[in-house]
Structures are given as C-alpha cells and as structure tokens.
C-alpha cells in the first residue's frame, strides 16, 4: 500500500516558479515509478512527468523545458519544478506511483493517487 501527500501548490504571478513535493509512506521495498497529473476545471486529467526508480524522465510536450521531475529516493519524495508559469498552467496537481518501474502516461496505469494540490498562475 502506498500513501501520498502533496503539498507546495499556491498562486503565482506568470513567469513566477513553484516547486512541488510529493511524500509516499510505502508499505514494501517494490520500487515504484512516479507521475504528476494536473486537472483544470473542466477537463480531462492530463499527464505532467513521469521518474522510474533510476531517474529515467519523461515530460510532457507542454511543459518540456519549463517543469523539471526528481526524486529523492532516500526521502521517499517527489518533486516537480516548475519555472516559467503561464496561466494555462492552472490546475490540481496531482501526484500518483505505478507498481511497475515503466514511465507512463496514462492516468489509468498509475495504481496510488495523492488528494491533489492546487496551482493558481495569474497574468
């Protein structure tokens, strides 16, 4: 079983940086691989990044060179840098772990969700 809690969304002017966190209470040793999804009112949830046990990373075209994915195994935590913020970027930030170490991108194949984090860019 895994529990996850995110936290360090808010709101910021565009062009301003947030950076989240994302702690997993882990239950085994399985190493799990890890997103971030985002949903804004009225739209589908939308993968973000994604970071296998060894550091592999996978970035959304939409956010490629402005948001950045890490890990800190030692901490069991998550983070996602994000630089650059563009109203569009407003959403619930949602952070999920997959049993398997591959890098999804589909919301479905993500086993564990977090309760979700709240993003507010403004112009």
């Known amino acids: 079983q895994v529990q996850l809690v995110e936290s360090g969304g808010g709101l910021v002017q565009a062009g301003g940086s947030l950076r989240l966190s994302c702690v997993a209470s882990?239950?085994?040793?399985?190493?799990?691989?890890m997103g971030w999804f985002r949903q804004a009112p009225g739209k589908e949830r939308e993968f973000v990044a994604a970071?296998?046990?060894?550091?592999?990373?996978y970035h959304a075209d939409s956010v490629k060179g402005r948001f950045t994915i890490s890990r800190d195994n030692a901490k069991s935590t998550v983070y996602l840098q994000m630089n650059s913020l563009r109203p569009e970027d407003t959403a619930v930030y949602y952070c999920a772990a997959d049993r398997t170490p591959n890098l999804h991108t589909r919301s479905d194949e993500y086993d564990y969700w977090g309760q979700g984090t709240q993003v507010t860019v403004s112009s």
């Open positions: 882990v239950t085994s040793r399985r190493t799990y691989a």
């Open positions: 970071i296998n046990w060894s550091g592999e990373t």
